[in-house]
């Protein structure tokens, strides 16, 4: 809706990866480096790591776009939970073989056959697998023994893992993965993106689909997005998105933060899913969720007890106590002269109000315990009513 408006040939902030997007920030630059290190070793693991959207599909599918299809032969998986022996019919079926018996020795058997066909055609092969942190360690333990597989002296069987920074945990401290370790020749986290690179990852995006400065951006709008995404590329994705939908709906020109504040607003309302939900409410308005009064049950009123009100004048109640209490013990600690010539006036004053302040508190707990026991009485009436419908 908003491409059109603003008169874009595209969607600037698809959430799908795409290599016409990929951006060259710090960390992929880095990235990419090590990648291009890595692949021109022609052997062993390269990993690559980072949180949920921070852009490792993009910067593979930016990878791969480069690759000769002549020199080099790709497969890629994106795993789920796998064991040793699923990887391995897995890995076969990304390269496009058709296993006859189904049984794991006659997937390696291909597999092997395979890379030894694409070796003595001059090409190379590259599996890419996606998502590793699904996967067990034994499947980890199958992928490093396809990486034995060699012609000669020369390796068969590069792989590229990419996943969470809980795989990265598991591949540096787990002690079945020792072997694997050592293969690795090349890793790197992909960190967010720094509070600088905001606004030229959005321009670029932009500017990869003809914008033209419709609609300009205020420079404060740059900052809070990163503050509200912690620069993950996927998060400034999805903020950018609504900002320019929001725009075209209002039919804006600048995008300011007040527009960026409401769709937070919403973003965030709509993250506030409640944990469970036991039955239909009687209305699709949204409500609040105050403590409700069982003795007006029966198609009378129902009148509503303010639980944060409650917790409120309680903790309101038991700092006035500390603090009185604390004023005692320090004037306790006074000349008993002093303390009788002086103070005695004031203890009175201060006894007086402790004695007013727990008769106070001794009601509002007797109240709570009293709305809270016939509130469960309530629920449990209308759980036997339930059952007995």
């Known amino acids: 809706m908003f491409d059109d408006y603003y008169g874009l040939t595209g969607k600037p902030f698809q959430l799908t990866p795409d290599p016409e997007f990929y951006f060259r920030s710090v960390t992929h630059r880095k990235a990419l480096s090590y990648l ?26 930016h990878m791969m776009a ?38 794991k020795a006659s997937a390696l058997g291909s ?22 942190q699904n996967l067990t360690v034994a499947a980890l333990e199958e992928l490093r023994m396809l990486s034995n597989f060699q012609l000669g002296s020369h390796p068969l069987l590069q792989t590229l893992l990419l996943g969470q920074p809980e795989f990265r945990a598991t591949l540096q401290s787990h002690p079945d993965l020792e072997q694997l370790r050592q293969r690795v020749i090349a890793a790197h986290h992909l960190d967010p993106m720094q509070k600088g690179e905001i606004e030229p990852y959005i321009v670029h995006r932009l500017q990869k689909v003809g914008w033209n400065g419709n609609p300009a951006f205020d420079q404060r709008v740059f900052t809070e997005i990163f503050d509200a995404s912690g620069g993950i590329p ?31 607003a919403e973003m965030d309302a709509e993250r506030a899913f409640p944990a469970a939900a036991p039955a239909p409410m009687p209305s699709p308005e949204p409500q609040p969720a105050p403590l409700l009064d069982p003795l007006t049950r029966n198609g009378e009123p129902r009148q509503y007890v303010d639980a944060q009100l409650v917790e409120d004048l309680l903790a309101e109640r038991d700092a006035q106590i ?9 004037l306790s600690t006074q000349s008993e002269a ?43 009436g209308e759980m036997d009513e339930s059952k007995a419908a």
Request: proline share 1%; charged share 25%; hydrophobic share 45%.
């Open 36 to 61: 291009g290190y890595g692949l021109a070793q022609g052997e062993g693991f390269i990993v690559i790591t980072g949180e949920v959207g921070a852009g490792k599909s993009t910067l593979v599918a």
């Open 66 to 103: 480069s690759i000769d299809p002549n020199q080099v032969t790709v497969a890629q998986v994106v795993t789920s939970k796998l064991d040793g022996e699923e990887i391995v019919h897995v890995v076969a079926q990304a390269f496009g073989l058709d296993i006859e018996g189904h049984d």
């Open 111 to 132: 597999i092997e056959s395979f890379l030894h066909e694409e070796a003595r055609a001059g090409r190379r092969c590259l599996l890419v697998v996606d998502e590793s």
């Open 234 to 264: 996927r998060r400034v994705n999805q903020i950018a998105n609504r900002l320019m939908l929001l725009g075209a709906v209002e039919e804006r020109g600048r995008i300011d933060a007040a527009m960026l504040h409401n769709v937070l």
């Open 322 to 330: 500390a603090e009185l209490q604390q004023a005692v013990v320090e």
């Open 338 to 380: 002093r303390l009788v010539a002086a103070v005695q006036p004031d203890l009175a004053a201060l006894q007086e109000k402790m004695a007013r302040l727990e008769a106070k508190a001794f009601e509002q707990e007797r109240t709570i315990r009293h709305t809270l026991t016939m509130l469960i009485e309530w629920i449990e």
